[in-house]
């Protein structure tokens, strides 16, 4: 009995937070992949668009299928969509070119997903050609280039 009844809850919950009919909720909530279910509730919850169970899956699988984003790196999390034209590769690279690619997409992963953006160093000069960590090159507003 009480897992029927959190089960209704959980039910009346969904339908309540994303506006989505009865059918849709009980799809939602036996989908079968946890970390699935999260990005459909997101897509749900964020989309003005999509207003089912069935919408949010097509366009998870439209998201998964793009090849933009296919993981490049596993180390690093990159995607084919934030490839440097500046350097061999992916966020592994960062420091050896501009990084004028790198700042950017991680800035958009962090406004994403709201945790704070990553420095490449503890000094926080993150994509300043002319700064360097290892020689201490406070960067061009200094007239300082590196010398390493």
Same mark, same amino acid.
């Given at each position: 009995m009480p $897992?029927?009844?959190a089960r209704k $809850?959980?039910?009346a919950s969904l339908k309540d937070e994303l506006?989505? $009919?009865h059918s849709c909720a009980i799809a939602l909530l036996d989908h079968p992949d946890p970390d699935e279910?999260?990005?459909l509730v997101e897509y749900l919850d964020t989309y003005v668009d999509i207003n089912t169970y069935r919408e949010a899956v097509d366009y998870m699988e439209q998201e998964r299928n793009d090849p933009l984003n296919q993981?490049?790196?596993?180390?690093c999390g990159w995607t084919v969509r934030m490839v440097c034209p500046e350097c061999p590769g992916c966020g592994?690279?960062?420091g050896q070119c501009s990084g004028w690619r790198h700042r950017e997409a991680m800035e958009e992963e962090a406004a994403a997903t709201g945790e704070p953006l990553q420095e490449?160093?503890?000094c926080g000069h993150y994509g300043d050609p002319h700064h360097c960590c290892e020689c201490g090159a406070a960067g061009a507003e200094y007239d300082y280039q590196c010398a390493c």
């Open positions: $897992k029927n009844h $809850k959980a039910l506006g989505i $009919k279910r999260a990005t993981l490049l790196c596993e180390t592994c690279y960062n490449d160093c503890d």
